[in-house]
Every structure is written in C-alpha cells, then in structure tokens.
C-alpha cells in the first residue's frame, strides 16, 4: 500500500483511548490506510507524556510536548520543566504543543494565565529551537501579536531552521510555526505564509458551508500547507458526526486537492512532504 499521507496534529493520546485502542488503531494505519506518519500533541503534562510513550512504541508516531490554553491552569514552572525535559529527553519530541490563546468559553481559564504561559512556552521553544504547533480560538489577532513579540517569526529564528521552497522553486525563510487547525481569514493566512508560518487544513475544509477554509486552501500555496485531522474531533465529510481518526486525513486531503486542482496523490505527496520538512523527521520515506 502507498504511504504518501502525514496527519500533521492528531491525538493519539486521547484520555478516553485505552492502551488497546491505541494498538488497535496503529494496526488500521500501518495496515488499511495511506498514512506514512502523524505527530500527537500534548495539552497537559499527562499526555505529554502519553504522546512520548507512543512515540516510542510506534514507528509511524512522533511526539509533540506542551500545554493546551485550557489547560494552563495546571501549569507551573516545575511542571514546565518536566514538558523541557520531555522535549529533550523523550523519544521522537520533534515539536513543543499545541499552545496558544482560546478565548471561546468564558467559563475557561483566566486569559492572562493563557497568556503567561502562551509567551512561556514560546520562549521554551525559542530556547530549544523546536517547531512550535499552535491553537488560536477568538484570539486571531492577539496570537499573532504575542507570536511576534516573543520572537517566534525573528530572523533569528529562521536562521535555525533551512530554507523552505516557495511555489517558484524560490528558498524562502521558514519559522517553523504551525497553525494547527486553522479557520481564521485569507488574509491572515497570508500574513502568517508571509512571517514563514505553515497553516494546517483540518476536517471543516470539507463541509459545505465552510467557504473560508476553503478560499484559504485556494488562495495559499500548496508548498505552505499540510493536513491534520485533530483526531478524536473535527471528523471531515463524509465521516462528519463520527468520531475522527488519522486515516481520515485522506478525505481532508482530497479536499485540498479538488481545490487546487491537481491529483490527490500530488497532494498527498507535497503535504506529507512539508510535514516531514517542518517537522525535520528524517527516518521516514513516502512510498508511492
């Protein structure tokens, strides 16, 4: 079977996932579907730790460690150490998230305490030169401009990571900073493309009343974006209502290739590609 899909951000390491759903699943992805990989994110210490457990234990998963805005409650300097200690020390930690702002519930946390530790975690990042994966929920533009002042689009910070191909073959910084999930404007899509963001398509590309996902799709090139499925939510069409999974990932990715008219297997390849760049996983190969 082709291996030519990557699900950018889905979670694995979902607390309602027993240790046999877990194994049940990785045979499905090894076995019945496309997927060559996929990074699973943590949201707290607890599954940040899960996400490194099943980095180890399957090949196809790496790992990425941090604290999701709703979360940050539970986040304290000595618990931020152990999510540093996980980002160098656990196995296959190719990224610090997700994090970020999420303004949506006012019953969530305190939104300064999102803030602190939105800015703490960046900086944790900035200190190990690791890929960032963000969340940004009703705070569009206030992610951005904490992102910026936290210097997560310096040029310093480019000056860590290679140059990434634009669509003219052109070498164009790259800031390792992955909009997670993202349903935010064209505009501020390109702003992002601009700054060497990467954006993440997810499931709601697919659903028909989505047009904004879907001129994003159109309107930024292919070579700035991958495909996640948010993995257990998000669930694209025609799975919507169930509960989601990595090899559904294909169906987002059809999507964006029906959008930018080309194949979907040219989809699946330049997405999977710019995952495995982002990401720097050197250790696999797409096999077509």
């Excluded at 990042?125 to 401009?145: G, V, Y």
Aim: hydrophobic share 35%.
């Amino acid at each position: 079977m082709k291996k030519i899909l990557f699900d950018a951000h889905t979670h694995l390491n979902d607390e309602d996932m027993t240790d046999e759903d877990r194994r049940t699943l990785a045979e499905e992805i090894v076995n019945d579907s496309e997927v060559l990989g996929l990074v699973d994110p943590g949201s707290n210490l607890e599954n940040s730790e899960q996400a490194v457990r099943d980095a180890a234990q399957f090949p196809f998963c790496y790992a990425a460690v941090g604290y999701y805005p709703s979360d940050t409650d539970g986040l304290n300097e000595e618990n931020l150490e152990k999510i540093r200690n996980l980002a160098v020390h656990g196995s296959k930690v190719v990224c610090i998230g997700e994090i970020g702002l999420d303004f949506h519930y006012e019953e969530d946390v305190d939104h300064d305490t999102m803030r602190y530790w939105f800015r703490r975690q960046i900086q944790l990042a900035n200190e190990l030169k690791m890929p960032i994966m963000i969340h940004s929920r009703d705070a569009d533009q206030e992610t951005m401009d904490i992102l910026k002042e936290e210097g997560a689009f310096s040029k310093e910070r480019q000056s860590w990571f290679p140059k990434r191909p634009g669509p003219g073959g052109e070498m164009l910084p790259d800031s390792r900073v992955l909009m997670h999930c993202f349903s935010q404007s064209v505009e501020m899509a390109r702003q992002y493309v601009k700054l060497g963001a990467t954006i993440s398509i997810c499931g709601p590309v697919t659903f028909k009343n989505n047009r904004k996902t879907r001129e994003v799709v159109k309107a930024i090139p292919i070579e700035f974006l991958t495909v996640e499925t948010d993995a257990p939510y998000m669930a694209p069409e025609p799975k919507r209502g169930r509960k989601n999974k990595a090899p559904y990932v294909e169906y987002t990715c059809r999507k964006v290739a029906e959008l930018k008219e080309i194949s979907y297997e040219e989809a699946a390849v330049i997405t999977c590609t710019n995952a495995l760049r982002f990401y720097n996983i050197t250790d696999l190969e797409i096999q077509r």
